[in-house]
């Protein structure tokens, strides 16, 4: 099980693969849409991935619901 | 008493390409003009630069006749020579009669088994492995293969998340028997459907009557589901992901294209690999862009008679079937 800090840089991982942002730039209190300007498919990719990596199911309506870096690290954590 | 059955064939290549497309050309400023989107959203969600549309004055049949001809003529065969007609469709807006006898008559074909196929965008590589199988049983000696859609008919041209991607066309390819083993082009299918997500791409019946799709869902199961069909493909045709020369999906969306070849490349597709990007100024026109996009790539020279070709379809259904072949 990892922790919150290896949820947060493994996810940060996943996003710099995807949406090619700087894993400095992953941070809990950013917004996926507002502030990394991270599209819905784009949120599908990064979702099959954590999906793969945490070994967690994050379903399309639950995605949705998953607004900032934070509300995903706390998700998974809840959920792996 | 015992039945008598034909002599099998080795199995099926393709002998000949064709394709069409409307003149009217629908850029995405045309499209912006309607509904709130523009150039820029469109083409990083989608890939699309422009798609053709079909007027009220050409139908899908007149765009199956078209293709169909090309290929014939491409084929070296004449319509006496063909004596199967397999079309792809899922945008025929009456179901009687069907497109395939019609279009055969029209091309000059006289009196062939002649039926349409609905597999929505997997349609042409299931027309293509029953095509196959018909001509390695026995059972067909020519055959034309159409994949032919006017989505145009069935688009909310208000609905910006649709009416961005569709478009129409036709493409068609001819198959004959392989004359031995080294010579067969058209290799197993491997196909399938996922009924359970079956509300992910339907017609609105009770509202608009309109094509619908829950794009997230869809773009999650074509971007997971389907290099694994591709790459099963390659296995049951006894090679490998390095010798494929050209990789061709269904042209759905350019991102799902990109991630079908990312996986290709993570399981040892050669760097040199070529990806079809026929959606950029087409659109996604259902069963006829894998063919189309084939015909394409060999117009412009980017593909080579004798190269090895990964085709695979998906859609509605949802459906999916893929296949290697040899470029005639």
Sequence with gaps: MADTAEILSGLAEIVEEVAGIDTADVSADKSFVDDLDIDSLSMVEIAVQAEDKFGVKIP????????TVGDAVAYIEKNQ | ???????PTPGAKIIGLGSSQPEHVVTNDDLARRVETNDQWIRERVGIVERRIAQDDTSLVDLAVDAGAKALKDSGLSGADIDTVVLATCTMTSPIPNAAAQTADRIGISAPAAFDLNAACAGFCYGLGTASDLIRSGTARNVLVIGAEKLSDWLDWDDRSTCIIFADAAGAAVL?????????GVGPVSWGSAG??????RILEESTN????????VFRWATTKIAPVALDAVVKAGLSPADIDVLIPHQANLRIVEAIAKRLHKEGARA????????VHSGNTSSASIPMAMDHMRAAGRIKS?????????GAGLSYAGQVVRIP
Excluded: C, H, N, Y
Excluded at chain 2, 176 to 184: D, F, L, N, R
């Design chain 1, 60 to 67: 399309d309506d639950q995605l949705a619901e998953l607004k």
């Design chain 2, 1 to 7: 008493m015992t039945f008598r059955l034909p002599a």
């Design chain 2, 176 to 184: 004959t028997a392989a004359a031995s083993a080294e010579e067969i």
């Design chain 2, 196 to 201: 359970d997500l079956v509300d992910t791409i």
């Design chain 2, 210 to 217: 309109k094509l619908w799709q829950q794009g997230q869902s």
């Design chain 2, 272 to 279: 040199d690999l070529r990806v079809a990007d026929d959606i």
């Design chain 2, 306 to 314: 004798g190269e090895i070709a990964l085709l695979v379809g998906f």
